[in-house]
């Protein structure tokens, strides 16, 4: 497949409850050139938040896309879509209800039309849910960019954004719907036993005994258990510690970090998104630009290696390496 970067970049535009939490889980994935937050699909010009929230314009809090179809397709766009919602709510997204804040689905072209529609019936089809699947497929109307203080409002207030994404019940139902438990036995069927030991008993690797630790290669390193891309050897060094240690992962929306008390030390663990494995732990004696040593488990990784990445399913990742 050709991933030359296309000339034409293209818009999509989704609702999906509040625009704060629709921003990070599309952040840093190649072919993604920017993401806006704002109101669409009401009859009033110009509107601010108080309006939308309070004063019936009719508009949905959204977000709107600016992607490289090529790099990052449009399919992929949607079903990052509906890993971020509740589909069968009408009345709002968890703790957030009114009309601003249902999900819907707005298409710029026939051809996203098509993708979306076929979309929602896969999903549909899939028995994930055991109601219907109420999100609206809707043609784009004009996009009003929301006041600057709703732009990346979690990265300026961090602190805030995680209590409110845990708070209002979107990353209980998140963890519950879309990540990928599987019977403890199949995955000890496909794991050895340190793999099985390391990311579902939250085990150790001794120092320098992985797979990983020295590794080289071109490349990015996934989920042993999911597959979920998760760092690029580009961000990898030799932290001198026994353990493959990165300066980023590939996607910070990909890691989850929870606070770690064992072994009488406090300690920030790092797990999989997707899969919830445990992967190693997060310091702060890195070098820059980041500050930061994630001191990751060979164990919980796979390698791909920058020549398989298209035969893979990862061909999007080539580009971090040309």
């Known amino acids: 497949m050709n991933r030359t970067p296309s000339t034409e970049l293209e818009l999509a535009t989704f609702a999906g409850g509040c625009f704060w939490c ?21 009859h009033t010009e110009n509107p ?18 600016t992607f490289d179809p090529v790099i990052f397709p449009y399919r992929k766009l949607l079903d990052l879509f509906w890993q971020q919602i509740d589909p069968t709510d009408a009345g709002g997204q968890f703790h957030d209800r009114g009309e601003s804040y249902r999900t819907a689905i707005f298409y710029h072209n026939e051809g996203q039309q ?11 089809e899939s028995g994930r849910f055991d109601k219907s699947i109420v999100t609206q497929i809707l043609p784009a109307a004009r996009f009003h960019p929301a006041e600057d203080y709703h732009q990346e409002y979690h990265k300026k207030k961090p602190a805030h954004y995680k209590r409110y994404r845990i708070g209002s019940g979107r990353e ?18 496909r794991l050895n ?23 080289t290669g071109e490349g990015i390193y996934v989920d042993i258990v999911s597959g979920e891309p998760l760092f690029s050897s580009r961000d990898k060094y030799d932290a001198g510690c026994g353990w493959p240690s990165f300066t980023r992962p590939l996607r910070e929306y990909s ?24 992967l190693g732990h997060v310091f702060d004696d890195g070098p820059q630009p980041t500050g930061l040593r994630y001191c990751i488990n060979s164990a919980a990784l796979r390698f791909v290696a920058k020549e398989d990445l298209e035969n893979e399913g990862y061909g999007e990742y080539l580009q971090l390496f040309e």
Not at 114 to 124: G, H, N, R, V
Not at 172 to 189: A, C, G, L, Y
Not at 255 to 278: G, L
């Open 193 to 215: 036993k340190i793999q099985y030991e390391v990311t579902q008993n939250s085990g150790t690797e001794r120092p320098f005994t992985g797979q990983y630790w020295d590794h």
């Open 255 to 278: 890691i989850k970090e929870k606070i770690d008390t064992s072994h009488f030390m406090v300690r920030t663990e790092v797990r999989s998104r997707e899969a919830n494995s445990h």
């Open 48 to 65: 601010t938040y108080e309006q939308v929230c309070y004063g019936g314009t009719g508009h949905y809090e959204a977000v709107q896309i």
């Open 114 to 124: 098509k993708e979306a529609e076929q979309s929602k019936t896969a999903l549909e």
């Open 22 to 42: 629709m921003v990070s889980p599309f952040e840093q994935l190649p072919g993604i050139h920017g993401i806006i937050s704002g109101y669409t699909g009401g």
């Open 172 to 189: 209980d139902f998140i963890s519950h719907h879309w990540s990928k438990p599987e019977n403890p036995e199949e995955i000890k069927q």
